[in-house]
């Protein structure tokens, strides 16, 4: 395929904005690295639907979820010195996960920031990669100042959660992998925290299935992203209430918030009983193990949150993450 | 490829044995009928093991489970007067739900034998494909001649779960398509129940990677196919007790028998408590739901039953229709 470079005078190039080109570089880099994931069907979910789904099922990416793709993206492209001095993350879930181990297969030291009270088998998963953990007070600390002042005395290159170009162009490899594998869609569904996923996704959309309608879809409980589209502005809010626990974000960022209000039609809700139905309905028909997170998209559509007879539709898997004891409890609530 | 003709005499080719050609034929007729699965690899078991492997996921095969590629195989060939007929299968498991979709899709009517005491989940999920339903008592009737009996009386053709040379072939296709995506191997593991699922791997395996050493699972308990290799006839057991409902075979087939005296290397077993290990490992790990049976493979990689350092293993898994609330109660248990 041949791409028209983004039309830019000579000033009008925002180096910490990303575009396609940054997603096919990432590509590049990730190619043997991060796993292509499968695109999977269900007969079921089409009967259902009336519609022709396809789950791009980043739950069976490296460390369960998207987020490796952006991470190693991101440490990847550091100079030498950079890398020697290592890097910092703060995160209690997959980005904490995701900045470990590909720290550790780019031989870069790595620093997680994590709250006391994280579940010890995130801290240990994290460990497990090879991530030195620090750990905070997230009722008296501020976990932002404290990764600030970490990156300033000891060196190291603060990688956020979303709000960074190769982060984005690093999580949008996931929905070029899926538009090269089914070709053009109708809609394509994404989750939404911060915004990191369905940034990367709209820029690959836009270049690779021009007249896809992108949507993001938000856990009812913490519409941030949803609110702050409609004002015209970034809108703060609480840390929201939801089983979606890598989509409790307050806010977007500034890049994704503006690829956001550029790219994507529209932000959607679905709620926590809703999440629960998709995930029960993942594990039994389509024997997939997701977690609330990853649930979002594939929420929308089954409960047809928006109209889809007849069209074709991405779904974006977005993690795998969640304790089997945990899924059980939730799985054993009633309908 | 460019494969030999199975050297034979005139009259020393048995119709009722199934040959690569077959396989290769019934891929032609499954092709974009069955889902060309993924084959998903974990770099946690491969750092655990010091090995490669591969694993090719017919927990995501239609209907949940390898078994449809036998059913449609094996309908879809029958000839006119029979489809119009239609067939009859007994079983209260995989078999039944395949037989039920692949006829659905061909237009072929379908009658299943099921227990009076079958769960009411799967009995269900067969009518949903479209199958006829006719119960019987499991402890007073017996359903190998209940099915004779309906065959005749109603003109229906009988499929057989295993021992039958479409069905072979089609179960074949699995192992074609892993050899097809990742090349050739040093060991092949399958889970066996009556041996279908071995006898086509096995097939595919003899031209598309000679040297393989294709290797079957059983669950301890319910050994018969050990066994009968071992006597070097068939060896009938009473029903076994084990979590691994697709693999309470009684004996093999005369047809499956042969294949695995001919071409399989070698019977394994590993128990119930590996089966539940590997079931956790699979949804924990690689956020896959696989049922007790289509973990036997998987438990003999992850227990180290055989020796496999630096080796490229194939590891079949071979369904995933275990109800949540089972699967729930069973990776609640202690490890």
Redo the contacts between chains.
């Keep these: 395929m041949n791409h028209q470079a983004p039309r830019s005078g000579p000033a009008a190039r925002d180096a910490t904005m990303p575009t396609y080109r940054d997603a096919e570089s990432a590509a590049a880099r990730l190619a043997g690295v991060a796993?292509r994931t499968?695109v999977?069907?269900s007969?079921t979910a089409d009967r259902l639907l009336g519609a022709s789904l396809f789950f791009k099922c980043e739950?069976?990416q490296?460390v369960?979820a998207f987020k490796f793709r952006g991470a190693y993206n991101a440490i990847s492209q550091l100079a030498p010195p950079q890398r020697r001095a290592g890097v910092v993350a703060f995160s209690s879930g997959n980005h904490a996960q995701a900045i470990a181990l590909a720290g550790n297969l780019l031989s870069v030291p790595t620093t997680i920031l994590m709250p006391l009270d994280a579940p010890a088998q995130k801290v240990e998963a994290t460990r497990g990669y090879g991530g030195r953990i620090v750990t905070y007070d997230r009722y008296t600390q501020d976990r932002e100042a404290l990764g600030r002042e970490l990156a300033e005395e000891q060196g190291l290159t603060l990688i956020p959660p979303f709000n960074h170009r190769d982060v984005i162009a690093g999580q949008g490899t996931a929905a070029k992998e899926l538009f090269e594998e089914v070709g053009e869609l109708d809609i394509l569904l994404v989750p939404v925290g911060g915004g990191g996923l369905i940034s990367g996704c709209a820029l690959a959309a836009s270049v690779l299935s021009p007249s896809c309608a992108v949507i993001g879809v938000e856990p009812a409980a913490g519409n941030d992203v949803q609110q702050s589209v409609s004002r015209g502005e970034i809108v703060r809010i609480e840390t929201p209430r939801t089983i979606a626990d890598g989509a409790q974000t307050n806010a977007p960022g500034a890049i994704t918030f503006d690829i956001i209000r550029r790219l994507v039609r529209e932000i959607i809700t679905v709620d926590d009983r809703q999440l629960v139905a998709a995930m029960?309905f993942f594990?039994?028909r389509?024997?997939?193990?997701?977690e609330p997170t990853g649930c979002l998209a594939a929420a929308a559509a089954l409960e047809q949150v928006l109209p889809m007879r007849g069209r074709r539709v991405g779904v974006l898997v977005s993690g795998?993450n969640v304790?089997?004891?945990r899924?059980?409890a939730l799985?054993?609530q009633a309908d």
């Design positions: 796993h499968p999977v069907t007969a739950n069976l490296r369960g029960k594990a039994s389509m024997k997939l193990l997701v795998g304790d089997l004891a899924f059980c799985a054993g």
